[in-house]
């Protein structure tokens, strides 16, 4: 199939719609790194341990005064990188791959469990993403193909791992007026998250498209990496390369996305 926009290294990319793959760009059953799109995978596997009753969001888990809430919505005052506490607990949105593998840690403890196998089990298996893996780090280490991500986008689109009510509140603004940076794009006011995806809001600049509904979310991941879902279209879509986010990325993603949006609304009957 035509690739629906120049992208000039090598590349995965799916488009879904009305629960029918409308478009495949590349190999999608290659295995790319997903870097932070890890994060999706990892805290929907907490999400399973929270409907089993083995953690709850107001469970103390980080810095004093954090809950596993404040980690999954990146609102625990954790620097990005360290454990260095830079906020108090729910005042500012900093990106914190730390937090993320701290909640890794309180979630082998809570399920006494391997983490890779708790993910593995919970939400790998279960959706049938065959070639996926996180082998360590639940912020970053994860693999996958556009195939596996498909299936992911599924579930994400049409939950069927976690309750409901427990989705709504993972995939709705937590601390909605937070402001912070999103990576590559800069501040944000606000910067809305949910529990382990980013919400969409009204940011400027941002790597979704223009025209993207609010609601939007998702990640993106440094590896160049991206998966959205668009719950009002019943569309999403996602990408993997091998080029590492930098320039192109930032200029373009969104450009992308915007044809995406194209290719949907064309995809459907009058």
């Known amino acids: 199939m035509t690739d629906l926009f120049p992208v000039p290294f090598e590349h995965s990319l799916a488009v879904v719609s009305d629960g029918e793959v409308i478009h ?12 932070s799109v890890t994060k999706v995978i990892a805290t929907r596997s907490a999400l399973v341990a929270i409907d089993r009753g083995l953690l709850a969001l107001d469970d103390p888990m980080g810095p004093p005064g954090a809950t596993l809430r404040h980690l999954m919505s990146h609102s625990s005052g954790l620097s990005q990188d360290s454990e260095v506490v830079l906020a108090v607990p729910g005042h500012r949105r900093i990106y914190s791959n730390t937090g993320i593998e701290v909640l890794g840690r309180g979630l082998e ?45 599924a579930e994400l689109l049409h939950p069927r791992l976690v309750s409901l009510e427990l989705d709504a509140v993972a995939t709705s603004p937590v601390f909605p007026d937070l402001v912070g940076v999103v990576p590559g794009y800069g501040r944000q006011t606000p910067n809305p998250w949910g529990l382990g995806v980013e919400i ?10 223009p025209a993207a509904s609010p609601e939007v979310f998702g990640h993106f991941g440094v590896s160049g990496s991206f998966i959205w879902v668009d719950r009002q279209l019943d569309a999403a879509a996602m990408f993997l390369g091998t080029e590492p986010f930098g320039p192109w990325h ?21």
């Not at 495949?24 to 870097?35: D, I, K, N, Y």
């Not at 399920?111 to 639940?138: C, F, H, K, N, Y």
């Not at 969104?254 to 009058?270: F, T």
């Open 109 to 153: 403890e809570a399920t006494r469990t391997d983490l890779s196998r708790w993910i593995e089990q919970t939400v790998l298996e279960p959706l049938g993403m065959a070639d996926a893996d996180v082998p360590s780090s639940p912020a970053r280490s994860g693999l996958a193909s556009v195939e596996d991500l498909l299936a992911l986008a």
């Open 24 to 35: 495949r760009e590349g190999e999608t059953r290659r295995v790319f790194p997903l870097a």
């Open 200 to 209: 969409r809001g009204h940011k400027h600049p941002h790597w979704t498209a």
């Open 250 to 270: 930032r200029k373009h993603w969104s450009e992308l996305n915007q044809a995406i949006l194209g290719l949907i609304a064309e995809a459907r009957p009058l």
